[in-house]
Nanobody, 123 residues
Framework: VQLQASGGGLVQAGGSLRLSCAAS????????MGWFRQAPGRERELVAV????????YYADPVKGRFTISRDNAKNTVYLLMNSLKPEDTAVYYC?????????????????WGPGTQVTVSS
């Protein structure tokens, strides 16, 4: 599986962005998909996860109520809608695929990673 994230950019605090992650390969539907982020000087952290069917999601506490993860298996794409953005959301955002298909929260549990996309939120 090859992953390619897009949609990052510069936005003012309170604004919104939608990230997309396009996956290659016919097995996309069987993978759980996660979004992670890494800010300068900090460890990579989980943002959100969606299971293979799209029936279950998980959000890290800092983004609950502001971010929404979704997927379109027909398009081999997962999305992250980010609302009410804050300067502390500034980071490189990565999408990742987990072949077990379920909700997993640790980065080492993910099998495939795409290159990141930069999100910068100005105050």
């Amino acid at each position: 599986v090859q992953l390619q994230a897009s949609g990052g950019g510069l936005v003012q605090a309170g604004g919104s962005l939608r990230l997309s992650c396009a996956a290659s390969g016919r097995t996309f539907i069987s993978y759980a998909m996660g979004w992670f982020r890494q800010a300068p000087g900090r460890e990579r952290e989980l943002v959100a996860v969606i299971n293979w069917r799209g029936s279950s999601t998980y959000y890290a506490d800092p983004v609950k109520g502001r971010f929404t993860i979704s997927r379109d298996n027909a398009k081999n794409t997962v999305y992250l809608l980010m609302n009410s953005l804050k300067p502390e959301d500034t980071a490189v955002y990565y999408c990742a695929a987990d072949s077990t298909g379920g909700i997993r929260t640790q980065s080492y549990e993910y099998d495939y990673w795409g290159p990141g996309t930069q999100v910068t939120v100005s105050s």
